[in-house]
């Protein structure tokens, strides 16, 4: 890392990580792999540690074996493509562009592709240790290019539980508050967005243990991305994966109802 930017390197890892985590889900060692794809385990451990940069047909072959539909393509169209996102986070990333199911879970900001971007830079300008205005640019570059997934995939369902006390925080002043809930309302409307509020008052909450997030890929796999202060994992683990799966469904179930979500934010609005 220099100045808090990524190696020149790290897309590569980031690649990589994501062709483990799918060779895993998949149930295959290093060695089966390799014989799929006609590449040594050698060279297919050096593409998941990011040491090589993957060849076309190491690229076009891992899609066949892992049942996959353009995933790892893309993916590997984007190397060295993404700046202002954390390194931690690039490998969700890359799987959140195809997924045909999103599911976020938050209890400590609103989610980044709900933010405004008034909303956002004031997070920026809250980091530290302090980033450069440069590097402010390159973030909100990258959040905003995340949003249009929202608008360009109508076909993935995507599902939000924000907590109550996300909004009554009012992070930024009443006037980014009052923009982030008109925000949020509009993008409430589109038929591919559910957004439900957990009240601030649930005697029961399965939700204790932290953000989640899930994604489901055109394939029907599912994985979990859960973020800490500075790194991120990947979730790949069908039992892990599944458990967190019932935790969200759970929160689902406790949080208010759609409607109800609305009705909330509107009268927070209104509060403000």
Not at 13 to 29: D, I, K, N
Not at 51 to 60: G, K, L, N, S, Y
Not at 171 to 176: D, K, L, N, Q, R
């Amino acid at each position: 890392m220099v100045d808090g930017e990524p190696e020149s390197s790290d897309s590569l890892r980031t690649f990589g990580a994501v062709v483990q985590g799918l060779r895993e889900h998949a149930g295959l060692s290093r060695e089966e792999f390799g014989e799929l794809v006609r590449f040594s385990k050698h060279t297919v451990a050096s593409v998941e540690l990011g040491r090589r940069m993957p060849d076309p047909e190491f690229v076009t072959r891992a899609e066949e074996a892992l049942g996959m539909s353009g995933v790892l393509q893309k993916a590997a169209g984007r190397l060295e493509r993404q700046p202002g996102l954390a390194a931690w986070f690039r490998r969700w990333a890359l799987l959140e562009q195809v997924a045909i199911t999103l599911y976020t879970y938050e209890c400590r900001m609103i989610p980044g592709l709900l933010q405004t971007e008034a909303y956002a830079r004031q997070l920026f300008v809250d980091e530290l240790p302090p980033l450069r205005d440069e590097q402010i640019e390159a973030q909100w570059a990258a959040r905003a290019e995340r949003q249009t997934l929202l608008h360009e995939r109508p076909n993935t369902a995507f599902s939000f539980i924000l907590e109550e006390h996300l909004l009554l925080r009012c992070t930024g002043g009443v006037e980014v508050t009052r923009g982030l809930i008109d925000h949020v309302l509009e993008i409430a409307e589109l038929r591919n967005v559910e957004i439900q509020v957990m009240p601030l008052k649930r005697e029961s909450h399965a939700g204790l243990h932290g953000p989640l997030q899930l994604l489901e890929t055109p394939e029907n796999q599912w994985f979990a991305y859960l973020e800490g202060q500075q790194s991120g994992q990947l979730v790949s683990d069908r039992k892990v994966v599944s458990v967190l799966q019932k935790r969200y469904a759970r929160m689902r179930a406790q949080a208010l109802s759609l409607s109800d979500s609305v009705s909330l934010l509107q009268r927070l609005r209104g509060d403000l």
